[in-house]
T-cell receptor, first 112, second 111 residues
Framework: NAGVTQTPKFQVLKTGQSMTLQCAQD?????MSWYRQDPGMGLRLIHY???????DQGEVPNGYNVSRSTTEDFPLRLLSAAPSQTSVYFC???????????FGPGTRLTVT | KNEVEQSPQNLTAQEGEFITINCSYS?????LHWLQQHPGGGIVSLFM???GKKKHGRLIATINIQEKHSSLHITASHPRDSAVYIC?????????????FGKGTLLTVNP
């Protein structure tokens, strides 16, 4: 199993550009999440999904969209990038709430 | 506001020392996670526990539900243990899907 994969590993955007961060898992996990990690702060939940077709907002959803058309994929879209979205983004998945989370390798995004 | 507090923020040790990292939280939880993140690297789950104690190799995690406190111990520390250790909790009730993360403890083990 590849586990949780994320692409790209690094990305530089200009303010106002849009892009999609890709996340995929091959463990047939129902639960998937997107987090951002900023210096001096704990990981913060952006959006999450409890199954295909079901998504919900986390604590910092503004400026981001998600969809979950398949169990495997959970892309995160930045609609109009802002410097405040400069961060490291992690995707994670788990089988259910009683199980541990598996994290992807992260995407380092810089918005200039 | 439900928060997760970790101490210390930074910890430097000599190889072979016994390490303890602490995590406190404010209200009842369903589960507590300990995670490890190497510099520039991904995040790996070490333990998930809701009571008692778990051990994996040189790592031991304990939790005291009444005191709302957990500790992560590393015995016979090694330079490869140098990493950020993150505590996260899933609170009971409300949106029990969400994990609340501490800010992490940066551990440096010198040879």
């Amino acid at each position: 199993n590849a586990g949780v994969t994320q692409t790209p590993k690094f990305q530089v955007l200009k303010t106002g550009q849009s892009m999609t961060l890709q996340c995929a898992q091959d463990m047939n996990h129902e639960y998937m999440s997107w987090y951002r990690q900023d210096p001096g702060m704990g990981l913060r939940l952006i959006h999450y999904s409890v199954g295909a077709g079901i998504t919900d907002q986390g604590e910092v959803p503004n400026g981001y969209n998600v969809s979950r058309s398949t169990t495997e994929d959970f892309p995160l879209r930045l609609l109009s990038a802002a410097p405040s979205q400069t961060s490291v983004y992690f995707c994670a998945s788990r089988e259910d709430l009683s199980q541990e989370q598996y994290f992807g390798p992260g995407t380092r995004l810089t918005v200039t | 506001k439900n928060e997760v507090e970790q101490s210390p923020q930074n910890l430097t040790a000599q190889e072979g020392e016994f390490i303890t990292i602490n995590c406190s939280y404010s209200v009842g939880i369903s589960a507590l996670h300990w995670l490890q993140q190497h510099p520039g690297g991904g995040i790996v789950s070490l333990f998930m526990l809701s009571s008692g104690k778990k051990k994996h190799g040189r790592l031991i995690a304990t939790i005291n539900i009444q005191e709302k406190h957990s500790s992560l111990h590393i015995t016979a520390s090694h330079p490869r243990d140098s990493a950020v250790y993150i505590c996260a909790v899933r609170y009971s009730g409300g949106s029990n899907y969400k994990l609340t993360f501490g800010k992490g403890t940066l551990l440096t083990v010198n040879p």
